[in-house]
């Protein structure tokens, strides 16, 4: 449903012929639900792959990369990106079989926000 308001003038009465149409949209849809995706630690998966994980399949800079990676090792678990639910999906694919590929047992997960 859209609401149009046009207006003309200014607030002091003198029309000075400017007018501005201000268009109001209501979504009809509401928006699809977001998933976090979720980095796990363990005990035998190196720094430097995490990190290497964190640069390739989200974008990271290195520092950023090395940020979350102490952070998974610190707390135990960090959230490395919200996506659309296929997407999550993907990377956390992505990440299970680069781990499972380079034989270590890094865990990806995803969670509703």
Known sequence: ???LVIMS???DG???GDASVIVDTKPKTKRPPLYKVLLLN???TPMEFVVAVL???FGMSHAQAFEIMLTVHKKGVAVVG???HEIAE???AQVMDFARRHQHPLQCTMEKE
């Open 90 to 92: 993907t990377k956390v």
């Open 14 to 16: 003198k029309d000075d």
């Open 9 to 11: 003038g200014s607030d």
């Open 82 to 84: 919200v996506f659309s």
């Open 42 to 44: 363990d005990d035998y």
């Open 55 to 57: 640069e390739r399949f």
């Open 1 to 3: 449903m859209q609401h």
